[in-house]
């Protein structure tokens, strides 16, 4: 039988599994829709008995929190992997070492968000890359970065910040890349992280960062962008604490695209892009394409099994969680 499981730990409530399982690594697990679409996908494809369980940790837990679930995975028996979120950087800061085999891009972007086991080994994954990316061509096609200079601009330097600037300056996009990069963040640290990656992939690829501490300056750098221009909402707010990195004042440039990546919360970000797109023709994202391929990638990961990233199969699997909304 397949389901989730009612339970959610902590880095302190670990206990060994009962039955294949499955752990979600975030903040507030319990209210993930994955709790009602995992279900439904293991089913699908044919996954066996196995159970979800959501591990809750602070955000920027102690070191210790993150080493003790590594080891946690590592030695238990009926403990298949993990899907992490929010802790992907703060994860392999403190726990590299744990793993026996850490996939390049994770390496090169800091971050974990699989955790597999594969022939006895623990083994890391840098997954951000790909579900990002899929996601964010799902509704600005490559082709489209070429009809005009559209700057990229992302609020907050996490993992996906760091995976979504790789997938779009990456040198084989040739046209379909952006005219200029600019990022935000609290943290002067991940800034560098974000531009050391940038630097590696694509340095003719101009990019900004800024290291602010309120909405506003993100609102100055709002009115800098261009016509058309895409801007993310990578930091969390609205999911992981309440509000929006931006102020209501904030103006939206014409024709932009506002994503976020969030698709549970407050979501005030969207209020506020939604409130502007009649007259500023914006196109409003939520984060519910990218909840689609951040699992099922992983999934495919931890399970071995293929799952493709469009096509019928990807229907089926995608409208088995809409209908869950």
């Avoid at 559209?150 to 910040?161: H, Q, V, Y």
């Avoid at 609290?186 to 602010?212: F, G, N, W």
């Avoid at 100055?220 to 999911?239: E, H, I, M």
């Avoid at 990233?309 to 088995?320: C, E």
Wanted: net charge negative; hydrophobic share 40%; aromatic share 8%.
């Amino acid at each position: 039988m397949t389901g989730t499981s009612p339970k959610t730990l902590t880095a302190e409530t670990l206990e060994p599994a009962a039955v294949r399982t499955f752990y979600f690594v975030g903040v507030t697990t319990a209210s993930s829709s994955i709790r009602s679409v995992f279900p439904r996908w293991a089913v699908e494809l044919d996954l066996g008995e196995v159970e979800l369980v959501g591990v809750d940790l602070p955000v920027h837990a102690p070191a210790e929190q993150y080493r003790r679930v590594v080891q946690f995975l590592a030695d238990d028996a009926l403990s298949l992997g993990a899907l992490v979120t929010t802790h992907k950087m703060d994860l392999y800061a403190a726990a590299a070492d744990l793993f026996d085999e850490i996939d390049p891009l994770a390496r090169l972007m800091t971050e974990i968000s699989s955790i597999s086991k594969r022939d006895g080994k623990l083994r890391a994954d840098a997954k951000d890359p790909y579900s990002s990316g899929l996601a964010l061509d799902t509704f600005i096609p490559p082709t489209a970065w070429g009809d005009a200079p559209r700057d990229l601009f992302i609020m907050g330097a996490g993992g996906s910040a760091i995976a979504m600037d790789w997938h779009l300056i990456r040198p084989e996009r040739t046209a379909g890349r952006p005219a200029s990069v600019i990022v935000s963040n609290r943290s002067p640290e991940r800034l560098e992280i974000l531009r050391r990656v940038h630097e590696a992939t694509a340095p003719d690829v101009p990019l900004r960062t800024e290291s602010i501490a309120t909405a506003q300056e993100n609102d100055a750098l709002l009115a800098t962008l261009s016509p058309g221009a895409v801007v993310v909402n990578a930091t969390g707010l609205g999911k992981d604490a309440p509000g929006s990195p931006l102020s209501d004042d904030a103006v939206f440039p014409e024709n932009a695209y506002a994503w976020d990546l969030n698709y549970r919360g407050d979501l005030v970000f969207l209020d506020q892009a939604r409130a502007q797109a009649p007259t500023r023709g914006l196109t409003v994202v939520d984060g519910w394409d990218y909840f689609i391929h951040g699992w099922t990638q992983v999934i495919a990961e931890v399970f071995a099994t293929d799952i493709p990233t469009s096509g019928p199969r990807f229907d089926t699997l995608s409208q088995l969680a809409r209908d869950t909304r």
